[in-house]
């Protein structure tokens, strides 16, 4: 009877969270493929799928959206990695993770508009570039700041997962390597490094998949010099009232972050869910 | 079980008290009171002295809630659920509305400031005899310019956009149908054309255009042109007047070969319950003396001839935002294109914006 009980609590526990994922998780991604099946006369139809790939348009744009997520995920490792290592070197690691987590406390469009002042040819930045003699450049709208507000946005959440798996790395393990006469670029590219691939990978999946629909800042920063697959997909649902082929574009996008997930998934797996939710 | 059922009881109890709440927001989306009136409009869109004033006058209290897109706008009034009296569609829009039988005709009976407004704004295509609307503001779609940068007067067709010494120095305003639009005008070509080979040529100009644009951004581009962040922009004359409050080494010009003249009007949704108090706003608006302090206020262009003629010398001969007639002459009306249409125009517009 109490074994009875227990279980029936746990399955309660569950009807929460099985609720929340049916409605607002498998739901929403059926409409979306049931949606993207019809064209603008709301006729069941295949050609949507058609004209997304036989586009060159859109084809293009789903090149340049990887490629851009691409960028931005390799210039967050490049800055979240190091850091992360210095992280669990320091004395006091939680508080300069907290001061790291911070800027995630901050609304995403006032983190925009604030890269707006900075940026712009009176801006903060532009100032710096005058005094130190370069001469004021165009700073707005170009890929480069387009990819550092980008990268900036996305650092908190690469580097919680590698520090966590670098700070459950055992200190034995570096000692032994040394102690074995490993020189420090071969302790970290054969010890370190693949012993704290689980963080990377999960890093880059929290990383990677929000980049290729990002379409606030492609407008924002970028000017829409740089169009991604968001942008479409805004146009679709908002101007055009199309919204059969926003939605095909939508599901492109959500097997795209399956192969991600699936490529980048693998062993790391148990590692990665420890490292995000921790 | 006695857990399990205290878990599900619980989960009820949020779900109802979650159903209330939204019951209790829905009802208070336009209030149901008799003595109201539920304006929905665009945000800042009319001065609220003139609503107290409104209230002082006849006692009807004036409930705004306010949208960002026409396109909101109607499938909110669509889907229904709301009891808004009045709304501002621009022309397009008044078209499409009319069409979804989402509009209720005006009784011609009951207005009395309808021989103020100037006989060039009534009965236009968009809605003949002004059968269903009642102009509330016009304006154009034009090019502003820092003086700092651009010699003033050495921009005044859309072509001069396409000179080379302003490369990288033109900002656009992110609409489909405003910037293939201006592109057909410069070629003199019908900004509401649907002929795919000409739409295919606009966007081959605008092609050329791009090593000149600089960004292509919405509201923003007020901050932008205020801040001397660009040289030139392509906008709307509502958003040009507050650029030039901000800044004035900015001046607006409308391209004098054709450029799109644009229409936002009064009009009673079939979701309207308060006639009396919305036959009442309608004549109040109409009055010169409050139609001239609107559009003081707004900095829009008023469609009645007996306000403008109460507005400041200034304003009033003010070129930039009350042209000629012969350019009013050559200025278009949007029509409301069948969405396969729109998204004709959306295509190629996607189009140049990858390739700029």
């Known amino acids: 009877m109490q074994r009875k009980q227990r279980l029936s609590r746990n399955t309660a526990y569950f009807v929460p969270y099985t609720l929340w994922i049916l409605l607002f998780v498998i739901a929403p991604v059926l409409l979306l493929i049931y949606q993207s099946f019809f064209n603008i006369d709301g006729q069941f139809t295949f050609a949507n799928y058609q004209t997304y790939f036989s586009s060159s348009t859109y084809l293009m744009m789903t090149v340049n959206s990887v490629w851009y997520a691409f960028l931005i995920t390799l210039a967050t490792l490049l800055i979240s990695y190091p850091t992360a290592y210095l992280l669990n070197e320091t004395k006091h690691p939680q508080l300069w993770l907290l001061l790291i987590i911070m800027p995630t406390w901050i609304n995403l469009l006032l983190k925009a508009y604030a890269f707006i002042g900075i940026f712009s040819q009176a801006g903060i930045a532009n100032q710096f570039l005058s005094f130190i003699g370069i001469g004021p450049k165009q700073l707005l709208f170009t890929n480069f700041s387009f990819i550092f ?41 054969r010890v370190i490094f693949p012993l704290t691939l689980p963080g990377v990978k999960a890093g880059i999946q929290a990383v990677f998949i929000p980049s290729l629909s990002l379409f606030m800042l492609t407008r924002l920063i970028g000017g829409n010099k740089v169009i991604t697959l968001g942008t479409a997909i805004e146009e679709h649902f908002l101007t055009t009232m199309n919204w059969g082929m926003g939605s095909t574009i939508g599901v492109v996008l959500i097997v795209a972050m399956v192969i991600i997930m699936w490529l980048t998934g693998g062993s790391g797996k148990r590692h990665a869910r420890k490292g995000l939710t921790k | 079980m006695k857990k399990l059922f205290s878990v599900i009881i619980a989960l009820f109890a949020v779900c109802g008290l979650l159903a209330f709440g939204a019951h209790h927001l829905q009802s208070s989306t336009g209030s149901t009171g008799s003595k109201v009136l539920n304006l929905y409009t665009w945000g800042d869109y009319i001065d609220p002295n003139l609503l107290k004033k409104f209230q002082k006058e006849t006692g009807y209290h004036v409930n705004v809630e306010t949208f960002d897109s026409n396109e909101a706008m109607f499938t909110k009034i669509k889907q229904g659920g709301t009891s808004y ?70 921009i005044q067709h859309w072509n001069d956009l396409w000179e080379q010494k302003y490369q990288n120095k033109i900002m656009l305003i992110d609409s489909a149908r405003d910037v293939m639009g201006f592109s057909l005008a410069s070629m003199g070509k019908s900004m509401n054309t649907t002929d795919p080979a000409t739409l295919l040529a606009a966007e081959n100009k605008l092609n050329r255009l791009a090593p000149n644009v600089k960004a292509v951004v ?139």
Do not use: C
């Open chain 1, 149 to 189: 507000v980008a990268a900036y946005i996305q650092i908190p959440f690469m580097v919680l997962p590698i520090y966590n798996s670098i700070s459950e790395l055992k200190p034995s393990y570096v000692n032994a390597s040394r102690d074995l006469g490993a020189t420090n670029w071969q302790t970290f590219s």
């Open chain 2, 85 to 154: 009296d009045l709304t501002v569609p621009s022309d397009y829009m008044i078209e499409k509305m009319k069409e979804a039988k989402l509009l209720l005709p005006l009784d011609k009976s009951k207005l009395t400031g309808m021989q103020n407004y100037d006989s060039r704004f009534m009965n236009l295509a968009f809605d003949r005899d002004n059968k269903y609307s009642v102009p509330y503001f016009w304006g154009t779609l034009g090019i502003i310019y820092n003086d700092k940068y651009v010699k003033p007067g050495s």
């Open chain 2, 218 to 356: 919405a509201d923003e581009i007020k901050m932008y042109m205020i801040q001397n962040e660009a040289a030139v922009a392509v906008d709307w004359s509502g958003e040009a007047s507050e650029m030039l409050d901000g800044n004035s080494h900015l001046h607006y010009v409308v391209p004098s070969e054709g450029s799109n003249l644009w229409f936002d009007n009064l009009v009673i949704p079939k979701t309207a319950k308060h006639f009396k108090a919305i036959y009442a706003f309608l004549n109040f608006m109409s009055e010169p003396k409050n139609a001239a302090q609107n559009a003081e206020y707004i900095g829009y262009a008023t469609p009645n001839k007996k306000a403008k003629a109460l507005l400041p010398k200034a304003i009033r001969n003010d070129r930039q935002f009350y042209p000629d007639n012969q350019t009013i002459k050559h200025l278009q009306i949007y029509q409301n294109l069948s969405p396969e249409k729109v998204g004709l125009y959306n295509d190629r517009y996607l189009e140049f914006k990858m390739h700029h």
